[in-house]
DNA sequence: CTATGCAGTTACTTTTCCGTTCCTACTTTA
DNA sequence: TAAAGTAGGAACGGAAAAGTAACTGCATAG
């Protein structure tokens, strides 16, 4: 038995970006271009080596993120967007703007400085 | 040392519409119109009361949705989208068209009957 | 007089996630 | 010779999220 029938494939692309890293991820590959993995890690302040790699296998396997391995020694891994990562990312900057516009509202200061900031 | 800078208030967007259920009992909502808490239990199938009240309680401190009790007896209950919420319709709309082109590029298909659909 | 539906709340249990730590194999630098 | 950087992989462990089950009080239906 289905509990998310196929009406609603937004429920795989959301369970897709939903880590706390992953939009942070594509934010930063969107910002300031594709990245090595060592500059992705120093650019998400926090993130483990573990979650990042999980996160990039995780977008790459889905397609919005291209890996680049140089065999080099040592070996040079750059990652960057694709065209459906870009895709994404207007609708990303949809949301950031509606974001933006509630917290002038003041939408998330009843939750401010909340457990939400671990981790 | 916040982890997600505030450049960055996506992130407590996606925090709010993160859950496995959430953006179902929005697009329900949105779909469907307002409904009760029997209904929209009934509409969203497989959902616990324990989660459908607490996605309905965020929601609802989050203004996406209102909630309107009648005092009758026994007590009626109604739930439907406000602005706010109709605003992030028009996001998850964009997402979803998103969401449908990449099935049908097959990028779901990977991971196609896995553990994703057990919520 | 028992069952059922309304709209939840509470407690208990399980699952899953995520961070931490240690490890690889190789090369360059001190 | 030892340390550090490169790009991760494997194992362990705690915390948080989510599912399950039982309970509430009241009214109507059988």
Redesign the interface.
Known sequence: ????PP?????????L??G?WT??II?VLSDQGPQRFGALKRAV??ISTRMLTERLRMLQ???VIWREQAETIPPAVSYGLTS?GN??R???D???E??????H?G??A??GGGR??G?
Chains 1, 2 share one sequence.
């Open positions: 038995m289905p509990k998310v009406q609603c494939p937004m429920d795989s692309i959301l369970r970006l939903m706390p939009t942070y934010w302040p926090g396997g889905a397609g459906r895709d994404l207007s609708v990303l949809a949301l950031g509606i974001a933006h516009n509630w917290e509202e939408v998330f009843g939750e939400h900031e981790q």
